[in-house]
């Protein structure tokens, strides 16, 4: 049992460059989510997903797509990466079947982009 | 904002001294949950508090829940080199559940 998987672990881009995040989760969860972390902050939430084939935009969506095709898998895309989006990148999920549930992390991309 | 906010946004203590962290939130909530970060790591789920909960123990760790105030606390007893990491609230809120949001967090540093 695996948990949460997030790939790449690292990755640098230039400015202009796109790419996708990959998290993927065998644990049967609804919900998931990506949440970006700038150094000495808190978590951002960029997007979430409810279900398979639904997203819904979080406190900073901007400059970022999300795709839910398949219940285990979330993809965070970068389509024209900015200096401002080097940060790192955390996925999670939750079983929503009960309220009562914590929410499951992977360990996280770090992304540079120059 | 939908986020618990955590206070102090910055902790120092010695080891073997008590750490207390507060959360403060704004709506009703079914539960609040407290997660550390190691750095550069996820977060990970330390205890959950339900609403109708308002004190709960796991080892060294006790959580206080006062929903009149809509706050809660943490305290890490006994403290280690190794609870150095960054502390989190989430409060999971009855309206807009699915949306999960955290505050800032507080930062711990254990001197030995």
């Known amino acids: 049992n695996a948990g949460v998987t997030q790939t790449p672990k690292f990755r640098v881009l230039k400015t202009g460059q796109s790419m996708t995040l990959l998290c993927a989760q065998d644990?049967?969860?609804?919900?998931m989510y990506w949440y970006r972390q700038d150094p000495g902050m808190g978590l951002r939430l960029i997007h979430y997903?409810?279900?398979?084939?639904?997203?819904a935009k979080g406190e900073v969506p901007d400059g970022y797509n999300v795709s839910r095709l398949k219940k285990q898998n979330f993809l965070l895309g970068l389509e024209s990466a900015a200096p401002s989006q080097t940060s790192v990148y955390f996925c999670?999920?939750?079983?929503?079947?009960?309220?009562?549930?914590?929410?499951?992390f992977g360990n996280g991309t770090r992304l540079t982009v120059t | 904002s939908q986020q618990g906010e955590e206070d102090p946004q910055a902790l120092s203590i010695q080891e073997g001294e008590n750490a207390t962290m507060n959360c403060s939130y704004k709506?009703?909530?079914?539960?609040l949950q407290w997660y550390r970060q190691n750095s550069g790591r996820g977060l990970v789920h330390l205890i959950l508090?339900?609403?109708?909960?308002r004190e709960k123990h796991s080892g060294r760790l006790r959580v206080t829940l006062d929903t009149s105030k809509k706050s809660s606390s943490l305290l890490i007893t006994a403290s280690r080199a190794a609870d150095t990491a960054s502390y989190f609230c989430?409060?999971?809120?009855?309206?807009?559940?699915?949306?999960?949001?955290f505050g800032q967090g507080t930062r711990l540093t254990i001197n030995p």
């Open positions: 508090i339900r609403s109708n909960e």
């Open positions: 997903s409810v279900g398979e084939g639904t997203t």
């Open positions: 709506t009703s909530i079914n539960n």
């Open positions: 999670a999920s939750i079983d929503r079947s009960s309220y009562n549930s914590p929410l499951h």
């Open positions: 989430a409060p999971h809120l009855i309206q807009g559940a699915q949306k999960l949001v």
């Open positions: 644990m049967n969860h609804e919900y």
